[in-house]
């Protein structure tokens, strides 16, 4: 009789339906999950991770920009993959993108088109590529540029047109030469930061006369940070082709000569970085740099320096005294220079010699 009730219950058991699972979540009887849907697109690319509308995606070695990101993404990182080239459709729909990050790719091309759906992004890292122009059609938008450690020979002229946002470019160790910047490259910009470091610039690149009046023929466009190996904020902004600085910074060049009546045009100069060149001479207008208190000299081939170079000859020019001046590794004989060469120094301590071995 035993057996008989186990064989019917196990019968009874067996005429059951079987089971149908119709969504994913569907697992338990009167799941709560049960009419869930596929959603219409991916929420994610594959293998990325996305949160919080932030997608994601670097060292996955990718070729291509993934086709299916979240329109409504607001950072997008890219990063340490092997893309080679940004095509037009790349980012179709991200409307909304404040930030892209493509650094440490092999990117030789940008389509011209490519960025133009971007109209909100604000912050562009493209460093550590194989660019050798600055991309087309960047967003009027866009705030900070990071672009160095690629293969940029030339500035042109209206790169970035319209572009009255921009703060920050960051486009050190680049091949730029002086001839490399066009008149005009960075006209229009009011610029918080610029860099470019380890370049090879002879000199500080300079406007063109025939897009500027001849008062005004050597005006410099902006001036760049141009340091190795120690970070250095630069204070600048350009308005209507006038520049304001209070730090010039051009160290680790191949600069021989600085043009006469440069300086002049930075009447906020506070610091002037010039150590590791190729210098002969003192450069001129330093008596005339009213705020000046930090000159950089050390590491060229300056042999001489005369009584006026530092210190104005008369009074009621420069405002503030020399808390810094640095000769060291130069072929100077410190004996042969006059005591009152330093007259405007705050004290003899703030003037470096050091000893001189070639």
Same mark, same amino acid.
């Given at each position: 009789?035993?057996?008989?009730?186990?064989?019917?219950?196990?019968?009874?058991?067996?005429?059951?339906?079987?089971?149908?699972?119709?969504?994913?979540?569907?697992?338990?009887?009167?799941?709560?999950?049960?009419?869930?849907?596929?959603?219409?697109?991916?929420?994610?690319?594959?293998?990325?991770?996305?949160?919080?509308?932030?997608?994601?995606?670097?060292?996955?070695?990718?070729?291509?920009?993934?086709?299916?990101?979240?329109?409504?993404?607001?950072?997008?990182?890219?990063?340490?993959?092997?893309?080679?080239?940004?095509?037009?459709?790349?980012?179709?729909?991200?409307?909304?993108?404040? $930030?892209?990050?493509?650094?440490?790719?092999?990117?030789?091309?940008?389509?011209?088109? $490519?960025?133009?759906?971007?109209?909100?992004?604000?912050?562009?890292?493209?460093?550590?590529?194989?660019?050798?122009?600055?991309?087309?059609?960047?967003? $009027?938008?866009?705030?900070?540029?990071?672009?160095?450690?690629?293969?940029?020979?030339?500035?042109?002229?209206?790169?970035?047109?319209?572009?009255?946002?921009?703060?920050?470019?960051?486009?050190?160790?680049?091949?730029?030469?002086?001839?490399?910047?066009?008149?005009? $490259?960075?006209?229009?910009?009011?610029?918080?930061?610029?860099?470019?470091?380890?370049?090879?610039?002879?000199?500080?690149?300079?406007?063109?006369?025939?897009?500027?009046?001849?008062?005004?023929?050597?005006?410099?466009?902006?001036?760049?940070?141009?340091?190795?190996?120690?970070?250095?904020?630069?204070?600048?902004?350009?308005?209507?082709?006038?520049?304001?600085?209070?730090?010039?910074?051009?160290?680790?060049?191949?600069?021989?000569?600085?043009?006469?009546?440069?300086?002049?045009?930075?009447?906020?100069?506070?610091?002037?970085?010039?150590?590791?060149?190729?210098?002969?001479?003192?450069?001129?207008?330093?008596?005339?740099?009213?705020?000046?208190?930090?000159?950089?000299?050390?590491?060229?081939?300056?042999?001489?320096?005369?009584?006026?170079?530092?210190?104005?000859?008369?009074?009621?020019?420069?405002?503030?005294?020399?808390?810094?001046?640095?000769?060291?590794?130069?072929?100077?004989?410190?004996?042969?220079?006059?005591?009152?060469?330093?007259?405007?120094?705050?004290?003899?301590?703030?003037?470096?010699?050091?000893?001189?071995?070639?």
């Amino acid at each position: 009789m035993r057996e008989f009730k186990i064989i019917l219950l196990l019968l009874l058991h067996c005429s059951a339906l079987p089971f149908q699972q119709r969504g994913f979540w569907d697992f338990e009887e009167g799941s709560a999950f049960e009419e869930v849907s596929p959603p219409d697109h991916p929420t994610c690319p594959f293998g990325c991770v996305c949160q919080l509308r932030v997608v994601q995606c670097s060292d996955l070695g990718l070729t291509h920009v993934p086709y299916d990101i979240p329109p409504d993404t607001l950072l997008l990182d890219l990063q340490c993959n092997m893309i080679t080239e940004i095509r037009e459709g790349d980012f179709k729909g991200l409307t909304n993108l404040y $930030a892209l990050v493509l650094r440490n790719n092999q990117i030789s091309r940008v389509h011209p088109r $490519a960025f133009l759906p971007l109209k909100r992004m604000q912050k562009l890292y493209m460093s550590h590529n194989q660019l050798t122009s600055i991309p087309r059609n960047l967003p $009027a938008s866009l705030v900070e540029l990071r672009i160095h450690d690629n293969h940029i020979q030339k500035v042109l002229a209206g790169t970035f047109s319209g572009m009255g946002n921009m703060h920050v470019i960051e486009m050190g160790r680049n091949p730029l030469q002086n001839s490399g910047f066009e008149p005009g $490259a960075f006209t229009g910009l009011k610029l918080n930061y610029l860099r470019i470091s380890e370049a090879k610039l002879t000199g500080v690149p300079k406007g063109n006369r025939g897009h500027m009046s001849h008062r005004y023929a050597n005006k410099l466009f902006c001036i760049p940070q141009l340091y190795r190996g120690q970070f250095i904020l630069l204070h600048c902004s350009v308005v209507n082709d006038f520049v304001f600085s209070d730090l010039l910074g051009l160290s680790f060049n191949h600069i021989r000569h600085i043009e006469h009546g440069v300086l002049s045009y930075l009447p906020n100069l506070r610091e002037l970085h010039l150590d590791n060149n190729r210098l002969s001479s003192v450069p001129s207008g330093l008596p005339e740099s009213k705020y000046l208190q930090v000159v950089y000299l050390h590491s060229n081939n300056i042999s001489s320096i005369g009584l006026d170079d530092f210190c104005p000859t008369g009074f009621g020019m420069k405002r503030v005294f020399y808390n810094g001046i640095s000769l060291f590794s130069n072929p100077i004989h410190y004996w042969e220079v006059q005591p009152a060469t330093f007259r405007c120094v705050s004290e003899r301590t703030a003037v470096q010699f050091g000893n001189y071995k070639k």
